[in-house]
T-cell receptor, first 111, second 115 residues
């Protein structure tokens, strides 16, 4: 079991470029989440999904889009990157017991 | 809306000393409570959780936490810390009526264990 995996691990973008972060889980979890982590602010929820084909906005959704076409995958897209999106991004998944399992993170720098 | 406050951003402590990391939350409904640990350059790992039952919860690595409903607190404790406990610790809360099992995190407490 790989658990939750994220691709890529690191990325540097120029302002205005686009990219997609991929999250995959092999635990057959219904729920998946994307967070960003910034110093002193903990983790903030960007978007989440309660099942295949469904997505919803979290606390800080602006500038991001997501898709969940397959149950095991949750994609996070940045259409036009901004320096304010420099952060560490974490994906997580959970079943019905409220315990979330986290991926190793993606460190994104926007210059 | 729920919120979580971790009162200390950094806690330095000597090896083998006891430690308490404080967490307070606010919510208008019943909640579930969690502590996660993040080692450098890694994701978050669950230490312990409170869903119901006994208010004293034991977790991995010798940590425990006590849910105090009247004080809306969920402080994390360990009687004797090791160098390997150096990490960032996050308290999180989930309201038990939220459809997506969403968590709200505190800002984190960096535990620094000194030899």
């Amino acid at each position: 079991n790989a658990g939750v995996t994220q691709t890529p691990k690191f990325r540097v973008l120029k302002t205005g470029q686009s990219m997609t972060l991929l999250c995959a889980q092999d635990m057959n979890h219904e729920y998946m989440y994307w967070y960003r982590q910034d110093p002193g602010m903990g983790l903030r929820l960007i978007h989440y999904s309660v099942g295949e084909g469904t997505t919803a906005k979290g606390e800080v959704p602006d500038g991001y889009n997501v898709s969940r076409l397959k149950k095991q995958n949750f994609l996070l897209g940045l259409e036009s990157a901004a320096p304010s999106q420099t952060s560490v991004y974490f994906c997580a998944s959970s079943s019905y017991n409220y315990e979330q399992y986290f991926g190793p993170g993606t460190r994104l720098t926007v210059t | 809306a729920q919120s979580v406050t971790q009162l200390d951003s950094q806690v330095p402590v000597f090896e083998e000393a006891p430690v308490e990391l404080r967490c307070n939350y606010s919510s208008s409904v019943s909640v579930y409570l969690f502590w996660y640990v993040q080692y450098p350059n890694q994701g978050l790992q669950l230490l312990l959780k409170y869903l119901s039952g006994s208010t004293l919860v034991k977790g991995i690595n010798g940590f425990e936490a006590e849910f105090n409903k009247s004080q809306t607190s969920f402080h994390l404790r360990k009687p004797s810390v090791h160098i390997s406990d150096t990490a960032e610790y996050f308290c999180a809360v989930s309201e038990n009526n939220n459809a997506g099992n969403m968590l709200t995190f505190g800002g984190g407490t960096r535990l620094m264990v000194k030899p």
